[in-house]
């Protein structure tokens, strides 16, 4: 069974700095994209930033220049550096894989259980 946890969510005030890491661990052949998602409270969730096996990144454009998402293919991990955090930053931050249980099978999808972050003085 795969399992998808994030850790690092916390407290912090504007302008300050966290670090989020996502673990992926199982019966995982291979992971191919792995992305950071966020989410408030009646809203839907959007995705944050993405990586590819190779290293190709994306970012939204609210967080561009401020957040950094790396990944470890050796490990199945992932995180997140969260720079000059500001208020509209604080949601619950998913992290998600798309992976291979089998090298001739499909991909499927899977979610962590989520994070808080809370920007706040």
């Known amino acids: 069974q795969v399992q998808l946890v994030e850790s690092g969510g916390g407290l912090v005030q504007p302008g300050g700095s966290l670090r989020l890491s996502c673990a992926a661990s199982?019966?995982?052949?291979?992971?191919?994209?792995m992305a950071w998602y966020r989410q408030t409270p009646g809203k839907q969730r959007d995705m944050v930033a993405r990586?590819?096996?190779?290293?190709?990144?994306n970012y939204a454009d609210p967080v561009k220049g401020r957040f950094t998402i790396s990944r470890d293919n050796a490990k199945n991990t992932m995180d997140l550096q969260m720079n000059s955090l500001e208020p509209e930053d604080t949601a619950v931050y998913y992290c998600?894989?798309?992976?291979?249980?089998?090298?001739?099978?499909?991909?499927?999808?899977?979610w962590g259980q989520g994070t808080l972050v809370t920007v706040s003085e």
């Open positions: 199982g019966n995982i052949f291979s992971i191919n994209v």
């Open positions: 990586i590819t096996t190779g290293g190709s990144t």
């Open positions: 998600k894989a798309l992976l291979r249980l089998d090298p001739r099978g499909p991909q499927f999808q899977y």
